[in-house]
């Protein structure tokens, strides 16, 4: 049809299909396949199509109304972190060969993204030092979810409670409420002690034998890092598993390994290691755990084998656990996961490898540190907590922090993330992160501004 | 059109290409950051810090240029060839798509932002949620959810909510026997325990074998349409009507809505809430498994317990999070985003008349090509299908050629295999889905190829069973694979003895 993009039939060539089939025209084919009563008889109510330049123009109208991080001095986090992508990495995932493959199901042709995913798998297991990881999962919230929904399978059932320790994303508390719907597990929330880290005393007396797991987040939702040997010798002694869950990876490359600090089953957000940060999605849930369980992980794993030659290949494997065998008994219902935001993963570890990746680290963490004691030194504001932390801390305003983010985001600040969005009570609350990538000149900017608000304080 | 065979090779040679670790030269580096501007950090406890640094690959930028460069020629893709992957829609992707979305307006927005400095985003948001509201014949539309499988569970989630807001808690689901295995598995990840609906003996679901199956404690249907095997549901509005007179709510998988735009809409037929798959019908790429997008669509009377957040409709969008009986968050923030911004670009690019001439063309594309492999091949169900045939084996599988040596053979013809022994109602199914994007001399030349390995079938088998000869692998050993697994790399310990990764 005229005008109608990626639609190669030409009138002719439609003629001639329809003469194989012995209709002489697409509507007679549709009326001996859908009955009539069900035939849409309008056209549908939707815009006429745009030509590419129109399209091209229209999107980028709708893209210019909005504010990128770039164009502002950004101190968000809250669970998305802005850090240097290198260009590199959006033109190989840029490749027709990996962007228009889909799942590996035949081998033989797959070859590049099974051995892509396979060293992906590796990396993550290095990062977080555990044995096993998968080819991911939707993002860090849902991956946190699964791994709740893995320890009761571990526990098989005689460990109904799921124990959520201290300062979690609320987001993902959330998710890992709605996937817990179904009534099978039963989630318990021990909310942080008076210093904002994990109440040691609150979860010795909340653990038990009914326990499948302790979940926790280092760095926490308020950036402090939690005492993840001494929570997993507190899971560990009642037979439970630890969980923890790593909102930025990079932490890993400075502070201890969870795999190292007694950890079971680690996930992580994976947007903060290559990927946009593109409004929330898509990212990358990144899943790991110990040898034993493997059997019991959701999600899809790459396997290195042999062909018929004897070389080296990669497969999906261990299938059995799947959907697509399983059906109502698999382990997870997941089929499409993220698997180019793996590979973005996979690239920027690579690109930054050992030592780049602490230093992005150690920057995240020296910044955070520089904003962090001049926030804390303005009259009016506090930073209440003490603790060690990575890159993000909580700061209490004299003011409104919502209007004050508001207020500042007209001259181009993004200060921070008013802890109102999930706890309307905590209206002077707001969450600052700095990472590698924020200027002294744009943290001084910013503490200057913090300054004068409280002059003026509305 | 005549095709020569395959020869092994993307780029004029095609060669061997180590692990990424196997690249590692210690000292080797490709990134840097900034140098640092303000006092190094002097606040922590060592005993915090990281004993030992993980194990990265020590490498240049055109070392992972390289690597991915030749991994990628590994890969069979769209753009590379045919792909007639039944059920999962391999249509072309169009490349504006990714430049909007890596607009920094939109690839380069915090989600936590204020809500007034990312308007044109949630426009986005909305103006495709009504586009799929209008595409299914439903009311309202989140965006939510990642990809098909997390819909399943966000919609089965909202019928639960539904039923449990009147006090009538239900435990049971429909599920047809040729359902993709998602849906028995996101049932029980909703708590639901799984009923399996005969299909009739023509492929498509009666009402009698539902009507017999329903009962006060079954929640409702959860119906593939046009069903997994190709066909049109005939019987779906009697279907839903005898759901619905039994309290029930009817979930439809929109796996295969690439039939239907402009056609017949789901809602109208008694559907209650159904999933899209962003990655099939709205042709964003599929990315070797992802990242997809699995927005729900519903009736107005579930659009209470869709998950939060909600956009609120106005001159100025806001961000509504204040949803009681929402059934809460499936995942962090609102979606995957940059693929929405994909699929909002094909549909103002098509248009309604470009959707509808789409479904159209994808439909009489599948079924020229059932009506020119029906001469070699067995079609299950011989008759006017929709958007995808199935062929069986059956004719090859005297000469001892399989499902499974058909697939691998047409490779050495050039194409990717059709999906295979899916579905399971169908035994040795080959699903065959052309999209509309195909062109006929394309498709002509996988018929002669499809026909080329019938006669090798029956005039040679034993080298279809060695098939394929001209990948960039042979067969692979899958058995080896799964009875020791060998999931990860681990580094050399630099005696030369193998060392455990922690």
């Known amino acids: 049809m005229e005008g109608i993009p990626y639609v190669p039939a030409t009138p002719d060539e439609v003629q001639r299909m329809l003469d194989v089939l012995g209709f002489s025209t697409v509507d007679a084919l549709f009326d001996a396949i859908v009955p009539a009563g069900d035939r849409l008889r309008q056209p549908l109510g939707l815009p006429a199509g745009l030509v590419e330049a129109d399209l091209v123009e229209a999107g980028t109208a709708l893209a210019a109304q909005c504010t990128p991080v770039t164009a502002a001095a950004s101190f968000l986090g809250a669970g998305a972190y802005r850090h240097h992508v290198p260009a590199v990495i959006r033109h190989l995932v840029s490749r027709g060969e990996y962007l228009t493959a889909y799942t590996p199901y035949q081998p033989e042709i797959s070859q590049g993204t099974l051995q892509a995913i396979w060293e992906y798998q590796s990396l993550v297991c290095d990062l977080f030092a555990m044995d096993v990881a998968n080819a991911s999962v939707y993002d860090g919230a849902s991956a946190l979810a699964e791994a709740m929904l893995m320890s009761w399978r571990i526990g098989k059932g005689k460990r109904p409670r799921v124990i959520l320790a201290g300062a979690i994303h609320p987001d993902a508390l959330e998710v890992c409420c709605t996937y817990g719907h179904a009534g099978i597990v039963r989630i318990e929330a021990v909310p942080p002690g008076p210093d904002g880290r994990v109440d040691l005393e609150a979860l010795r007396r909340s653990v038990g034998p009914d326990t499948a797991c302790v979940a926790v987040q280092s760095p926490n939702f308020v950036g402090l890092i939690e005492d993840l040997p001494e929570i997993a010798a507190i899971a560990h002694e009642a037979g439970a598993l630890q969980v923890v869950s790593v909102p930025d990876p990079h932490a890993c490359a400075l502070f201890e390994a969870p795999g190292a600090s007694g950890a079971d089953i680690v996930v992580g957000e994976g947007q903060p290691l290559g990927l946009p940060i593109s409004f929330g999605g898509p990212y990358v849930g990144l899943f790991a755990t110990r040898n034993a369980y493997v059997r019991q992980m959701p999600g899809r794993l790459v396997g290195r084998t042999r062909d018929v030659e004897g070389r080296q290949g990669f497969v999906l494997t261990l299938a059995t656990r799947e959907q697509h065998i399983r059906r109502e008994k698999a382990t997870s219902n997941i089929c499409t996961n993220q698997g180019l935001c793996a590979l973005q993963v996979a690239m920027y570890l690579a690109l930054q490898g050992p030592e780049g990746l602490r230093e992005v680290a150690e920057q995240c963490h020296a910044k955070a540190l520089y904003l962090k004691r001049a926030v804390d030194a303005i009259p009016g504001f506090r930073v209440p907590y003490k603790g060690p932390f990575f890159h993000e801390f909580l700061v209490e305003t004299p003011c409104r922090a919502a209007d004050l983010v508001e207020d500042l985001a007209e001259e181009g600040i993004f200060a921070g993330v008013p802890l109102s969005r999930w706890y309307p009570a905590r209206t002077h609350e707001m969450l600052v992160c700095a990472t590698e990538t924020s200027r002294r000149e744009e943290m001084d900017r910013l503490v200057a501004r913090l300054a004068a608000v409280q002059g003026g304080a509305r | ?502």
């Open chain 2, 1 to 502: 059109m005549t095709r020569p065979l395959v020869t092994s090779g993307a780029s004029g040679l095609l060669q061997e290409e180590p692990l990424i670790f196997e690249r590692s030269v210690p000292g080797r580096r490709a990134a840097w950051p900034r140098p640092l501007d303000v006092p190094p950090a002097d606040d922590l406890d060592p005993a915090l810090l990281r004993a030992v640094p993980p194990r990265l690959p020590e490498v240049s930028e055109p070392d992972v240029v390289r690597h991915h460069t030749r991994l990628s020629q590994r890969n069979y893709g769209i753009d590379a060839g045919f792909y007639p992957l039944g059920s999962c829609t391999m249509k072309h992707n169009p490349r504006v798509s990714e430049d909007l979305a890596a607009l920094p307006g939109f690839g380069g927005l915090h989600p936590n932002q204020p809500v007034s400095s990312v308007q044109g985003a949630l426009r986005v948001m909305v103006e495709l949620e009504d586009a799929l509201a209008e595409i299914t014949g439903l009311d309202a539309v989140t965006l939510q959810p990642s990809a098909g499988a997390h819909g399943e569970f966000t919609g089965l989630l909202i019928v639960r909510a539904a039923h449990e807001a009147r006090g009538d808690a239900r435990r049971r689901i429909l599920i047809p026997e040729s359902a993709h295995g998602t849906n028995p598995a996101s049932a029980t990840l909703c708590g639901y325990e799984t009923v399996e609906v005969p299909a009739g003996p023509d492929g498509v679901m009666l009402p009698e074998s539902v009507r017999s199956l329903m009962a006060p404690d079954v929640a409702g249907l959860m119906v593939t349409h046009p069903n997994t095997v190709g066909l049109y549901e005939t019987h779906l509005r009697e279907i839903c009507a005898v759901v619905h007179d039994g309290g029930g709510l009817v979930y439809g998988d929109g796996a295969n809505l690439n039939a239907l735009m402009g056609v017949a809409r789901p809602g109208d037929v008694g559907i209650d809430v159904m999933h899209v798959n962003l990655h099939k019908t709205f042709s964003t790429p599929h990315g070797g498994g992802g990242p997809g997008a699995g927005p729900v669509a519903v009736r107005a009377a579930l659009a209470p317990y869709l998950p939060r957040p909600v956009i609120q409709r106005g001159e100025r969008l806001a961000i509504d999070w204040d949803r009681p009986l929402s059934i809460g968050k499936v995942r962090s923030f609102y979606g995957n985003f940059g693929v929405l911004v994909r699929a909002w670009t094909y549909v103002r690019q098509m248009g309604g008349p470009g959707l509808s001439w789409a479904s159209r063309m994808a439909v009489l594309n599948a079924n020229y090509l059932r009506a020119r492999l029906g001469a070699s091949y067995e079609v299950a169900f011989d008759r006017p299908c929709m958007h995808e045939v199935i062929l069986t084996d059956r004719r090859q599988r005297p000469h001892g050629v399989e499902t499974m040596d058909i697939a691998k053979a047409l490779m050495d013809h050039g194409f990717h295999p059709p999906t295979v022994y899916f579905p399971l109602v169908v035994p040795h199914a080959l699903m065959v889905e052309p999209t509309e994007s195909e062109s006929l001399d394309e498709m002509d030349a996988f018929v002669a190829a499809m026909e080329a390995v019938a006669r090798q079938a029956s005039e040679d088998p034993a080298s279809l069973h060695a098939a394929p000869w001209r990948s960039y692998r042979r067969r692979l050993d899958e058995v080896l694979a799964a009875k020791s697994p060998d999931l990860r790399y681990t580094w050399p310990s630099p005696e030369g003895s193998a060392s455990g990764g922690d």
